[in-house]
């Protein structure tokens, strides 16, 4: 059995938890988030917390128990606090700006790029080079980060590119000019 799935998840008084069909939905003050429960999974939904109980003893459901209450658990954390990550960007030039609901990118490309924000995910942007992406849902505030990433990875030589700030680049020499 897994640990981590036989504790219970405690519901703070702001937020209001559904359980209707196999759908779970947890609201909020930052907004409302729902998962859809997978079969062989029980979930309930007690007076001030969640518990979460295989109903068979197979090897997917056991496997995804501790997933299950996971992912639940941190839907109550992202209505409550949110969840953010935070991008580095680093060479001469590179900087990003946000207007609206669009985040602007110059990195060394000929043109800016011009990355628009899914709903419910929000940019700021601290002087120019460090950029903040918040949001309620863990997946999509990382995917976005990721995304924004993607557009110039950080490069080993020099360490320019877009990093995230827990990220450690490994360094590589260059080329010496023999004689």
């Known amino acids: 059995m897994s640990r981590i799935g036989k504790l219970p998840i405690l519901i703070p008084a702001e937020v209001k938890v559904t359980l209707d069909n196999g759908v779970l939905k947890v609201t909020g003050p930052k907004g409302t988030l729902d998962h859809v429960i997978r079969p062989g ?3 309930e939904v007690t007076e001030g917390k969640i518990l979460v109980k295989p109903t068979d003893n197979n090897r997917r459901t056991r496997a995804l128990y501790g997933l299950t209450r996971t992912l639940i658990a941190n839907l109550i954390t992202g209505v409550t606090k949110g969840f953010e990550r935070i991008l580095d960007i680093s060479g001469v030039g590179y900087r990003a700006e946000v207007s609206n609901n ?10 800016p790029i011009n990355f628009t924000l899914p709903p419910n995910i929000s940019a700021t942007v601290d002087k120019q080079n460090r950029i903040i992406v918040a949001g309620c849902d863990k997946q999509k505030v990382g995917e976005v980060a990721a995304k924004i990433r993607s557009f110039r990875p ?20 260059g080329k010496t000019g023999a004689k």
């Open 41 to 43: 999974i029980a979930v």
């Open 154 to 173: 950080v490069e080993p030589y020099k360490a320019k590119g877009i990093k995230f700030v827990e990220e450690k680049v490994r360094r590589k020499v």
């Open 102 to 111: 669009t985040l602007t990118l110059t990195l060394g490309y000929s043109h």
